[in-house]
């Protein structure tokens, strides 16, 4: 059990990196672009005419990749609120078992949308499908929300498996549901 949690460990954590930094240069260097359009359009009268396509798409290439991240800090698709309270009276065993259940029902969902999402990346591919400019193709958009969803459900099911591994260990007894919201 040891090897998997370090072997789990290990992956997550260069899944966060790598998309991470990602997400974060993409966006970064789309805030940079826009900016940038706004001085054309509003000073030299002048703009890209795919560009603000290019904002749009790679904000939202930059958002789908880094879903996977929130998963990893288990801050995507989860019912906290509801944890906490259930924390607070001391159902901690309910508690446990709400974990396997949100990690297995994330998973079912992001990997449903990952096994049919392939279709729609082969069709908007094939059909040269492109923005509203007609300058960007949208098939790596569609491949991005596809990676974004896949690698989520593998760390749902990674999160699944140590949800059952520390519940068979009894750590739902002692540990506490971290507060994920400021009130």
């Known amino acids: 059990m040891s090897d998997f949690l370090r072997i789990s460990t ?13 997400s974060s240069i993409t966006m970064i260097v789309m805030v940079l672009f826009a ?18 396509d290019a904002v749009i798409y790679a904000m939202v290439f930059s958002v789908s990749l880094f879903i996977c991240v929130t998963q990893i800090n288990r ?4 019912m906290s609120a509801f944890l906490q309270l259930l924390d607070a009276k001391g159902f901690y065993r309910t508690v ?16 449903s949308i990952s096994v049919t999402g392939w279709s729609t990346v ?9 923005t509203q400019s007609l300058w960007i193709p949208l098939w ?3 491949f ?3 990676v974004g969803f896949s690698l989520m459900a593998l760390v ?8 059952i591994i520390s519940y068979k260990k009894g750590e739902h007894f002692t540990s506490r549901v971290e507060v994920a919201t400021d009130v």
Not at 122 to 127: Q, R
Request: glycine share 6%.
């Open 10 to 22: 290990k992956i997550k954590s260069v899944v966060e990196y790598v998309l991470g930094r990602l």
């Open 156 to 163: 749902a099911f990674l999160q699944t498996i140590e949800d």
């Open 96 to 111: 446990g078992a709400s974990k396997i259940f949100v990690s297995v029902i994330i998973f079912i969902f992001c990997f």
């Open 35 to 52: 900016l940038a359009e706004i001085i054309r359009r509003y000073i030299f009268g002048v703009v890209f005419e795919w560009g603000q």
């Open 122 to 130: 082969e069709y908007s591919y094939e059909m040269e499908e492109k």
């Open 144 to 146: 991005a929300l596809l």
């Open 140 to 142: 790596p958009f569609h």
């Open 75 to 78: 801050n995507h698709l989860v």
